[in-house]
């Protein structure tokens, strides 16, 4: 089945530093992948949408110029936290969906665990 | 804009208990349904999907969901849970483009199967 891999899984930084995420695809080439935020025993909520050469569409209320997404090739988009803040904390995950797929299902990531201090 | 309601935030089912969860959307247009789960410490896994044809979809792990077109529903089912179908389940729904597009999530599920 389809793979998608996160890395780090777990991160603790200090408030004013910047980290970045990696999410992969590593089974299948995907055209777009989506950047999703879990607080605790919550749903997740869409952050932005990664577009392979393009860039991201951001949902409304998402700080682009603090939530910086890259998506340089097939399998791999990274989702940079700038000046991170305590606020900042939580899980993030992403998805990606094979490409060429009309009925595509999406296949999520592990999760990355943000701490802030 | 799609929503999506799961009426039920937390359930307690004994093992063996019969399981329903329900999941109701708003949008008008043609749209895939899926049920996520999430098992603790784990990452989300699909269980099953809804894109067209049969309205009775089967999944993995002995779960079925429903289409009801008229209703905007589609509840998850088991006949007889685990111990192990502790966890928490999303549905979720994208509008049909035909191409890949974002997921909107509901609020979840969090099921607790006692032994």
């Known amino acids: 089945g389809a793979v998608v891999s996160q890395h780090p899984s777990w991160v603790i930084c200090k408030s004013g530093t910047s980290v970045k995420i990696e999410c992969r695809s590593l089974d299948f080439q995907a055209t777009t992948m989506f950047w999703y935020r879990q607080f605790p025993k919550q749903s997740l909520m869409l952050m932005a949408t990664?577009?392979?050469?393009?860039?991201?569409?951001?949902e409304q209320g998402v700080e682009k110029d603090k939530f910086l997404i890259n998506h340089a090739s097939l399998t791999l988009s990274t989702l940079t936290v700038t000046s991170a803040h305590p606020e900042d904390s939580s899980f993030y995950i992403c998805?990606?969906?094979?490409?060429?797929?009309?009925?595509?299902?999406?296949?999520f990531g592990p999760g990355t665990r943000l701490l802030v201090l | 804009a799609q929503s999506v309601s799961q009426h039920n935030h937390h359930v307690i089912l004994s093992e063996a208990a019969s399981l329903e969860l329900g999941c109701n959307y708003s949008?008008?247009?043609?749209?895939?349904l899926f049920w996520y789960v999430q098992y603790p410490g784990q990452h989300l896994q699909l269980l099953l999907k809804?894109?067209?044809?049969?309205?009775l979809v089967k999944g993995i792990k002995g779960f079925e969901a429903e289409f009801i077109k008229s209703k905007f529903s589609f509840n998850l089912r088991k006949p007889s849970v685990q111990w192990s179908d502790t966890a928490e389940y999303f549905c979720a729904v994208n509008e049909d483009t035909g191409t890949a597009s974002k997921l909107t999530f509901g609020t979840g599920t969090r099921l607790q199967v006692t032994l």
């Open positions: 990664s577009n392979e050469g393009s860039k991201a569409t951001y």
């Open positions: 949008y008008g247009g043609t749209v895939n």
């Open positions: 998805s990606a969906g094979p490409a060429g797929g009309v009925q595509e299902t999406q296949y």
């Open positions: 809804y894109f067209s044809g049969d309205p």
